[in-house]
């Protein structure tokens, strides 16, 4: 039986509680303090601030224990919008704000531009078949692109040609929000992804 643990630092953590539980996810269980790590299978890191989220990671001395068990391929995870940010190896605009660093993209923050603070568009994916039937409703709030992804990323969707959705090994990463909808397919990918890393 896996555990999933969800960062509960800022964001919108419990979003992806309440989803991961719907799809029956063993058991799910929040991440603040470093001995929260010892007892998870996987890691969601949710949406919100990544300025505030990576500040609260080093405080809390999270950071570089994340890192090394993600590097080390001990712990698959998954990041939304703001988590997909702080996965990135490259920020296009304050490159130095610390994060996990782990995915070869570069992200452009906030993107789409002011005005458009939340949009929503149905993806495209040659890879995942089931995200066309019916087509997956992506919500984006002031979403970070991709702009940039090393050889080693798999995209497995994108809207506009842009990369929306990426899997590099046990990473898993978008910049929209799968836990603002009833749809359960993106979480259920990565639960079959660390049930298969389990194995
Ligand atoms: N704009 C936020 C950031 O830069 C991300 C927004 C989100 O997670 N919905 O961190």
Avoid: W
């Avoid at 601030?49 to 090394?68: H, R, Y």
């Avoid at 090393?150 to 978008?174: K, M, S």
């Amino acid at each position: 039986n896996l555990t999933i643990g969800v960062l509960e630092l800022q964001g919108d953590f419990a979003e992806h509680t309440a989803m991961l539980r719907r799809c029956g996810a063993g058991k799910v269980t929040g991440v603040r303090e470093t001995h929260h790590l010892q007892h998870i299978d996987a890691l969601v890191i949710p949406g919100g601030e990544s300025t505030v989220i990576s500040k609260l990671l080093v405080d809390l001395k999270l950071m570089q224990p994340i890192q090394k068990l993600v590097a080390e391929n001990a712990l698959p995870v998954f990041g939304t919008c703001a988590g997909c940010i702080l996965l990135a190896a490259q920020i296009k605009q304050r490159n130095e704000q610390a994060r996990i660093g782990v995915l070869d993209v570069v992200v452009d923050r906030n993107a789409y531009g002011s005005q458009i603070h939340s949009f929503e568009v149905h993806l495209r994916s040659n890879r995942l078949p089931f995200i066309d039937a019916p087509p997956l409703r992506a919500v984006h709030i002031r979403a970070p692109a991709i702009v940039h992804v090393g050889e080693r990323v798999d995209v497995l969707a994108t809207f506009n040609h842009t990369p929306v959705l990426v899997r590099q090994g046990n990473i898993l990463a978008c910049t929209f929000h799968p836990e603002l909808t009833e749809d359960t397919r993106i979480h259920k990918l990565f639960l079959e992804m660390v049930a298969q890393h389990k194995r």
